[in-house]
């Protein structure tokens, strides 16, 4: 048994003297609505935060209660005129944001003695309802809130459900060599489009509107998760 422990003990002094971190995922996760009223019409603040030894995003899954709707793709007209940063679509604006995140080649470590050069960059962010693909469509899919982080990334986020069954809002970012933690994300959901169509209205019974997220991690099968609770008021 003293032989184990020397060993684990001899392991951790060699790990910490020659910084190498043991990998971890604790990210933290935060939501804000701006109305609580049953049938109101929130605002959405989402708030995603990474710490630098923390495991890479893989995927972001949040899901909304029975009983809330979220505007379709049909509900929500194309922005008018083309708008030539949008390769994906020309939907209406429903949000943005800023992404705190680092970049650079010490993101992907090279040779060794190779200069680590990385620095941390803030980007904005510009969500907008893309008009669903046939195949899209076929799949079930409700509306399409696309995340453009470019030129860092863009991100498809897939709106799928019903009032009757309830909502999965769900996405995975593309992975990148010149990317890595830390990564603070903070965006928001309007309350409604450039046209004034409202994107999501709470339920119009219950006490209580009560919503889970889940983030799962690029580099193992690591899954952290959420619940928001929110008091509904008449």
């Keep these: ?58 995927a972001f899954k949040m899901t909304l209660p029975k009983g809330t709707n979220v505007a379709s793709d049909e509900d929500i007209p194309d922005a008018a005129g083309p708008i030539p940063t949008r390769s994906e679509g020309s939907g209406e604006e429903i949000g943005g944001g800023t992404v705190v995140i680092r970049v650079g080649p010490d993101c992907r470590p090279g040779p060794e003695g190779a200069l680590p050069i990385g620095t941390e960059v803030t980007l904005d962010a510009t969500i907008y309802e893309r008009p669903r693909t046939d195949a899209e469509a076929d799949e079930g899919v409700h509306a399409v809130w696309f995340l453009d ?20 809002v769900e996405g995975a970012p593309t992975p990148s060599d010149n990317t890595c933690n830390p990564l603070t994300v903070d965006l928001t959901i309007n309350a409604k489009s450039e046209s004034g169509v409202p994107i999501i209205t709470n339920p119009t019974k219950g006490k209580k509107m009560v919503i889970t997220a889940e983030i799962v991690s690029q580099d193992s099968p690591a899954v952290a998760t959420f619940k928001k609770v929110f008091k509904l008021s008449k």
């Design 1 to 58: 048994m003293r032989a184990h422990k020397l060993i684990g003990a001899t392991l951790a002094a060699m790990l910490a003297v020659g910084g190498i971190a043991l990998a971890k995922f604790e990210p933290k996760f935060d939501l804000k609505l701006s109305d609580l009223k049953r049938g109101g019409n929130p605002q959405a603040d989402i708030h995603l935060e990474f710490a630098a030894d923390d495991e890479e995003i893989g």
């Design 149 to 168: 982080l470019e030129p860092a990334n863009r991100v498809r986020l897939l709106v799928k459900g019903s009032p009757q069954t309830g909502w999965t």
